[in-house]
């Protein structure tokens, strides 16, 4: 369903992804593992068009379902980002904005998307939080952002994604800000999305665990390259990159190497 | 393991209360004792609120416990004032978890290592650069960076530079927060691996603040396990994939995303949040998130208790001998006063 076809993405002329190639069907999860400055959220944020300060696709082409997204009209792209195509991004909280409760900002979500009235917009919302399983929607629904924890942002952040029900999922390092047991029910939860509306997404994380377990093919870059691609079995026990393997290496394990 | 005359720093019944709205308070510590020894590591674990940043902020004398006392070689550190207890930050030093917010952005390298030396009129001027030079060697960056500015340095550079400059006073204790978590795991590697060096060089104790337990328990000796300002374990680190014994560390082992897991088998994680720490439970604070709750748990509060030496765990389960044992552990509890 998502097909990126060598695909360039330069920075005022300086290419920052170089040859990227990834197809993705639907119902999968894809990992996008590299160290920072590597260019993994330069390759996500391409997919939705929103690359930011001046980035362009100068190489090669995107297609979702079959048609290119690079001649996409402002239009189009209204009309793709949020229903089909949602994204969710590290700290969920700082999308938002932090003066007004959160069921305005999700009611005006929906109706931007959707024809219906505010209270149908606004019990659609508290579906969608319980959904995720943050109980007494309602009250999420009343109150700031900053009033809520991390974990509970971030669920915020994939019910607003989830909303419509999207063909396609990207998040970027969704669990890096969280704690490990948050962590935990997040990752699960993302997992649970792809069984119940075959939702196919892209993660983005520099946590080789996170990406090992929830994926069905994992990408590491570096330097704005692909060094190394493959299921998760041959990621972690068959690489032949250097680099892979000094990654995992690096990567602390319960009951792993011991400095002292 | 722990050699009593190797005691550097001893925290007794500390306890910190924040006054917040409606007359309420919020206990962030509540009645730690925990101890650091030369040349050893001790890692505090938790989840983000539970205190422990709160905790090590009281070793620096960034900030004073509402009650209990720290000893350090037998002196009493929240009681120092003025003169005395500024000469006294040059034996405990610290690294924060974001070096740029760190450093002044406008102070070369140089000045940025040198500083804490010449507040306290250690060195002149005119040695500046060979003692930056000498540091940066240490932590294994090259002498040129001296004359850099932060801004010109990646966030592994800058990390070692804190370091530099933690340690440029030859302290005797270094508490380090989450010092590892902004960078990339090679990168973190790097600089575990420099910590353990400078470590055994030095006979450094470290307080270490982190919430990856894979990554703590592989470099720390000691691992005291956190939850709503109460230390409910602690754990020689050798021993915690063994017997790891209090629900709580459990959880968190449980939930840690590992290559080498078992990928066929689900996650395991606590379901709900850690309550607020302004409504801590009476009775054990991890009540309404154990697996194993007994009527007990909600009436009292566990004590720590000595499994081994050097493992205490704060748990009712663990009470009577034996008690954890027994299916009807319950009924077992349920009669102790």
Not at chain 1, 148 to 167: E, H, N
Not at chain 2, 9 to 31: E, G, I, M, Q, Y
Not at chain 2, 278 to 297: A, K, N, S
Request: aromatic share 6%; with cysteine; net charge neutral.
């Amino acid at each position: 369903m998502l097909e990126l076809k060598d695909v360039t993405i330069s920075y005022k002329n300086r290419p920052t992804v170089k040859n990227f190639n990834l197809s993705l069907e639907q119902g999968k999860i894809c990992s996008i593992v590299g160290e920072s400055g590597s260019g993994k959220t330069t390759v996500i944020r391409a997919v939705l068009g929103l690359l930011a300060g001046g980035g362009k696709v100068t190489e090669g082409d995107i297609l979702f379902e079959g048609k290119s997204l690079l001649k996409n009209t402002r239009e189009e792209w209204r009309k793709l980002r949020g229903t089909d195509i949602s994204m969710i991004f590290q700290d969920s909280g700082a999308m938002t904005n932090q003066t007004r409760v959160i069921g305005k900002q999700f009611v005006e979500y929906i109706r931007t998307h959707e024809d219906i009235s505010k209270k149908d917009a606004w019990d659609k919302g508290i579906k969608m939080l319980e959904r995720m399983r943050l109980p007494s929607g309602d009250n999420i629904m009343k109150s700031y952002p900053f009033q809520l924890s991390g974990g509970m942002r971030q669920r915020v952040g994939i019910a607003m994604a989830m909303t419509f029900q999207p063909k396609l999922l990207l998040a970027d390092e969704p669990t890096s800000a969280l704690d490990v047991t948050t962590q935990a029910q997040i990752v699960r939860q993302m997992m649970e999305l792809r069984d119940e509306y075959k939702t196919s997404i892209i993660v983005v994380t520099h946590n080789l665990g996170v990406a090992a377990y929830m994926s069905d093919f994992i990408v590491v870059m570096k330097d704005g390259e692909i060094v190394d691609a493959g299921g998760r079995d041959h990621i972690l026990h068959r690489s032949e990159s250097e680099y892979t393997k000094g990654l995992l290496d690096a990567v602390p394990s319960l009951g792993g190497v011991r400095y002292v | 393991m722990f050699d009593e005359k190797d005691l550097i720093l001893d925290a007794k019944h500390v306890t910190r209360k924040f006054p917040a709205s409606n007359n309420r308070t919020l206990v962030a510590c509540n009645d730690i004792n925990l101890k650091l020894y030369k040349g050893k590591t001790l890692g505090l674990v938790g989840e983000s609120g539970c205190g422990k940043s709160t905790f090590m902020r009281f070793l620096v004398s960034l900030d004073t416990p509402t009650e209990g006392e720290i000893y350090f070689h037998g002196k009493d550190i929240t009681k120092m004032k003025g003169e005395e207890l500024r000469q006294n930050r040059q034996k405990i030093q610290m690294v924060f978890q974001d070096p740029s917010g760190s450093f002044n952005p406008k102070m070369k390298i140089r000045d940025i290592i040198c500083e804490p030396l010449m507040n306290f009129n250690r060195i002149r001027k005119s040695e500046k650069d060979a003692v930056a030079r000498k540091y940066l060697e240490l932590v294994d960056l090259p002498g040129d960076f001296a004359d850099r500015y932060p801004h010109s340095m990646s966030g592994g550079q800058r990390q070692r530079i804190a370091i530099a400059r933690a340690i440029v006073l030859e302290p005797e204790v270094v508490v380090m927060d989450e010092a590892t978590c902004a960078l990339d795991v090679s990168v973190q590697k790097t600089i575990i691996e420099l910590i353990v060096k400078l470590q055994k060089e030095k006979n450094i104790a470290i307080g270490f603040i982190a919430h990856d337990l894979g990554l703590i328990q592989s470099f720390a000796h000691q691992i005291a396990v956190m939850y709503l300002g109460n230390i409910v374990e602690v754990i020689p680190a050798e021993e915690l994939n063994k017997s790891a014994s209090h629900p709580y560390t459990k959880a968190l082992m449980g939930a840690i995303f590992d290559i080498n897991m078992d990928f066929t088998k689900k996650i395991e994680s606590i379901e709900s949040e850690a309550p607020s720490p302004l409504d801590v439970p009476t009775g054990c604070p991890f009540q309404d998130r154990c697996e194993h709750y007994m009527e007990i748990c909600k009436q009292v509060r566990p004590t720590r208790i000595e499994l081994e030496p050097g493992h205490e765990v704060a748990c009712h389960l663990f009470e009577k001998e034996g008690c954890h044992l027994h299916e009807d552990h319950c009924d077992v509890c349920r009669e102790m006063p």
